[in-house]
């Protein structure tokens, strides 16, 4: 790994160790993907034209940094076992994505003093809340970073599983991509034996060949009311705690 990368992986874990407390995160993984990877150019056939390239964002561009904030067994566990969504989880999931901004924010001015350029996408709420289409994709550009592999919850599943939230920053340096996996980390995928996200979707917005995107924000939005002194936090992640969700 590069002294810039080794530095990149510094930082995130120095920001995430600002927040910490117990019971609240995992360790991080951070991957980094080139650019010019195909797998950029071909996401606006696979997901949309809407789907903007790394280039697109920053002319530069020569990398882009993709990292997991992965969540703690707690977090996992209260809203597995709780009949709506946890609390817990909503907090963690608010936190995280004010987390997330920090990280990249950090990363962004320590980059520039050694004459790197970068930027980045918020973590979440960029969307089009019409049809649902983002710009940019943080789970995407992860899984071209070689973080995981895609689950049977549409969700990208790394070695440390899926429950947690995903940053990502363009960056106008050289690194060495990290590989792709070498293994499935979906059960669904690998086995055919585990369809728990799908059982565990309280809306059935979850199939074996397809996310009905619509009735999963309805829930999200119905979900947010619940929270209103945590902000505003469209979260569920019931197809997430499963076994998928901590894995290492």
């Given at each position: 790994?590069?002294?810039?990368?080794?530095?990149?992986?510094?930082?995130?874990?120095?920001?995430?160790?600002?927040?910490?407390?117990?019971?609240?995160?995992?360790?991080?993984?951070?991957?980094?993907?080139?650019a010019h990877d195909?797998?950029?150019?071909?996401?606006?056939?696979?997901?949309?034209?809407?789907?903007?390239?790394?280039?697109?964002?920053?002319?530069?561009?020569?990398?882009?940094?993709?990292?997991?904030?992965?969540?703690?067994?707690?977090?996992?566990?209260?809203?597995?076992?709780?009949?709506?969504?946890?609390?817990?989880?909503?907090?963690?999931?608010?936190?995280?994505?004010?987390?997330?901004?920090?990280?990249?924010?950090?990363?962004t001015e320590e980059?520039?003093?050694?004459?790197?350029?970068?930027?980045?996408?918020?973590?979440?709420?960029?969307?089009?809340?019409?049809?649902?289409?983002?710009?940019?994709?943080?789970?995407?550009?992860?899984?071209?970073?070689?973080?995981?592999?895609?689950?049977?919850?549409?969700?990208?599943?790394?070695?440390?599983?899926?429950?947690?939230?995903?940053?990502?920053?363009?960056?106008?340096?050289?690194?060495?991509?990290?590989?792709?996996?070498?293994?499935?980390?979906?059960?669904?995928?690998?086995?055919r034996k585990c369809?728990?996200?799908?059982?565990?979707?309280?809306?059935?917005?979850?199939?074996?060949?397809?996310?009905?995107?619509?009735?999963?924000?309805?829930?999200?939005?119905?979900?947010?009311?619940?929270?209103?002194?945590?902000?505003?936090?469209?979260?569920?992640?019931?197809?997430?705690?499963?076994?998928?969700?901590?894995?290492?």
């Amino acid at each position: 790994m590069s002294s810039l990368a080794d530095k990149i992986s510094i930082i995130i874990n120095r920001e995430l160790n600002k927040e910490q407390n117990i019971n609240q995160y995992r360790k991080p993984l951070v991957g980094f993907a080139s650019a010019h990877d195909p797998l950029f150019a071909k996401m606006k056939e696979l997901i949309g034209p809407h789907i903007l390239h790394p280039t697109e964002l920053l002319p530069q561009a020569k990398t882009v940094v993709a990292f997991f904030l992965p969540y703690s067994k707690y977090i996992v566990q209260a809203n597995r076992n709780s009949t709506g969504v946890a609390k817990e989880w909503a907090k963690a999931y608010v936190k995280t994505n004010k987390l997330i901004e920090t990280i990249c924010l950090e990363l962004t001015e320590e980059l520039r003093q050694q004459h790197v350029i970068a930027t980045f996408q918020k973590a979440t709420h960029n969307f089009n809340k019409q049809d649902l289409t983002a710009p940019w994709s943080h789970r995407s550009a992860a899984y071209v970073a070689g973080l995981g592999t895609f689950g049977l919850n549409r969700m990208l599943i790394t070695p440390s599983g899926c429950a947690g939230r995903f940053g990502s920053i363009i960056i106008s340096a050289e690194i060495e991509p990290t590989p792709p996996p070498k293994e499935e980390y979906c059960l669904y995928f690998k086995s055919r034996k585990c369809r728990f996200c799908i059982n565990n979707c309280p809306v059935g917005a979850l199939t074996e060949n397809s996310l009905d995107k619509q009735k999963c924000y309805v829930h999200l939005l119905a979900t947010a009311k619940k929270f209103p002194k945590l902000g505003f936090c469209d979260v569920c992640g019931k197809c997430t705690v499963g076994p998928c969700a901590l894995m290492g």
